[in-house]
C-alpha cells in the first residue's frame, strides 16, 4: 500500500539522516578536522565569540553540503513522489532559505548565551543555561505566532460565523479565553491538512489549515477543534512545560558530566575549547535518541485523552473517526504501524488505535 511505502522511506531516511550526523560528528572529532578549523580560523581573529560564530558557520555549511542530496531527497523528492507536495523547486529553495534565516536569528544568540555561561561558570553552565531556554522557550511561544509564522504563511481571520460560534463555545467550556481564530494558506506547500492551538497568554490562537478547511465538513473540523481544546482544557500543555523543564534541566547536566569527562578521549582539556564543542553535540544526539521513546509514549497518553474529551464534549465520534480517517487519508499516515514503530517514532498513536479507542468508550456509553 501507497501509505505503508511512503512511511517506510520516511523511517529509513530519518535513521540514515541520524546515523549520518552521528558519524560525521564523530570523525570530525576523532580526525582532528575540528581542532584543525580552530586553528584556521584562529589566523584571522583571537576573539573566542568571533571564532564560534565563523566555527559554527564553516561546519554548518560543510556538514550541509555533505547531507543535502539526502534532505533534498527526504523533504522535496519524497513529497513529490507521493503528491503531497504543492512546491515547485524554487519555492522549495526560497522556504528552505528563509528557515535558514530564521533559525540563525534565534539560534546563533542563544549559542552566544551558551558559551557565554560556559566560560563564565564552568561546570555549572547547565543550570543557567537550562533557565535560560525555559525563558527563551515562554518567549518564542509568545511571538511565533504572531511574527514568526506569518514569514512563512498568509495568516488571515477565520471568517465562517457559524464554525467560528461553535470554537468559541467549545473554548469558552473549556475554559479558555481565546484571543483570536485563523486561517492559513497551509496548501501553498502541501496537500496534508493540519489545525493547531498555538501561543500563550495574549498570542493565544486557533489557526486552520485551508487545506482542512476545504476537504472536511464543520461538524469534522468542529470534533477536530475539540480534540485541541482538551489538551488545554487537561492542562496538557502546562504538563509539558513543566515534564520539558525538568528533563532539560536534567538532560543538560547529563550532558555537562558526559562531556567533561570525554573531553580527554579526544585530546582536549577545557570545556570552553570551540574545537570540542562537537563532543557536546555528539552526546545531546546519542540522548535524544535514548529520551525519544519517552517523550513520544507521554504524548500518546495526552493524545487519548485528548480524544476522550474530545468525543464526550461534542457527542459527535461518528463525525471524529470520519475525521481522523480523513485526516489520515489526507496526509498519508500509515494506519497500522509496526508496534515497535509506533513505540519509538510516533507522537501520536495510529489512527487505528485512536479509533478503537473512541470505540471503546462509545460501547461503555451504550
Do not use: C
Not at 534565516?101 to 561546570?123: E, H, K, M, N, R
Not at 506569518?150 to 477565520?158: A, S
Not at 482542512?212 to 468542529?222: A, P, R, S, T, V
Amino acid at each position: 500500500m501507497k501509505e505503508k511505502q511512503y512511511n517506510k522511506e520516511k523511517i529509513v531516511l530519518d535513521i540514515t539522516d541520524t546515523i549520518l550526523n552521528l558519524l560525521l560528528l564523530f570523525l570530525f572529532i576523532l580526525t582532528g578536522l575540528s581542532k584543525s578549523t580552530v586553528h584556521f580560523i584562529e589566523q584571522y581573529t583571537n576573539n573566542s565569540y568571533y571564532i564560534l560564530l565563523l566555527f559554527v558557520i564553516i561546519t554548518g555549511i560543510g556538514f550541509s553540503i555533505i547531507t543535502f542530496p539526502l534532505d533534498f531527497y527526504s523533504s522535496y523528492l519524497l513529497e513529490h513522489k507521493y503528491k503531497l507536495s504543492n512546491q515547485t523547486l524554487g519555492k522549495w529553495v526560497i522556504e528552505k532559505a528563509k528557515m535558514l534565516l530564521v533559525g540563525s536569528v534565534i539560534g546563533l544568540p542563544i549559542l552566544l548565551l551558551f558559551y557565554y555561561l560556559l566560560a563564565t561558570f564552568g561546570s555549572l553552565w547547565w543550570l543557567l543555561f537550562g533557565i535560560g531556554m525555559f525563558i527563551i522557550s515562554v518567549v518564542l511561544s509568545q511571538i511565533i505566532p504572531v511574527f514568526i509564522m506569518p514569514l512563512f504563511y498568509k495568516i488571515e481571520p477565520f471568517e465562517d460565523a457559524e464554525l467560528t460560534e461553535r470554537i468559541n463555545k467549545l473554548a469558552k467550556d473549556a475554559g479558555l479565553n481565546l484571543k483570536a481564530i485563523f486561517k492559513f494558506d497551509m496548501s501553498k506547500n502541501t496537500k496534508k491538512a493540519n489545525a493547531a492551538f498555538t501561543g500563550i497568554g495574549k498570542t493565544k490562537r486557533i489557526i486552520l489549515g485551508d487545506t482542512l478547511l476545504q476537504n472536511f465538513d464543520k461538524d469534522e473540523i468542529e470534533t477536530v477543534i475539540a480534540h485541541e481544546m482538551g489538551h488545554y482544557k487537561i492542562k496538557h500543555i502546562v504538563k509539558n512545560m513543566i515534564f520539558g523543564t525538568i528533563t532539560s534541566f536534567g538532560i543538560f547536566y547529563i550532558l555537562s558530566v558526559l562531556y567533561s569527562h570525554s573531553l580527554n578521549w579526544f585530546g582536549f582539556s577545557a570545556i570552553t575549547d570551540i574545537g570540542a564543542l562537537p563532543i557536546l553535540a555528539l552526546w545531546g544526539m546519542l540522548i535524544n535518541i535514548i529520551e525519544s521513546p519517552l517523550s513520544n509514549y507521554i504524548s500518546r497518553k495526552y493524545e487519548y485523552q485528548a480524544d476522550t474529551y474530545a468525543v464526550e464534549q461534542t457527542n459527535k465520534h461518528t463525525q471524529f473517526i470520519t475525521a481522523l480517517n480523513k485526516l489520515n487519508e489526507q496526509n498519508l499516515g500509515d494506519k497500522d504501524p509496526h508496534p515497535f514503530i509506533e513505540w519509538y517514532y510516533y507522537s501520536h498513536p495510529s489512527i487505528k488505535r485512536r479509533i478503537e479507542n473512541i470505540e471503546r468508550l462509545m460501547h461503555k456509553k451504550s
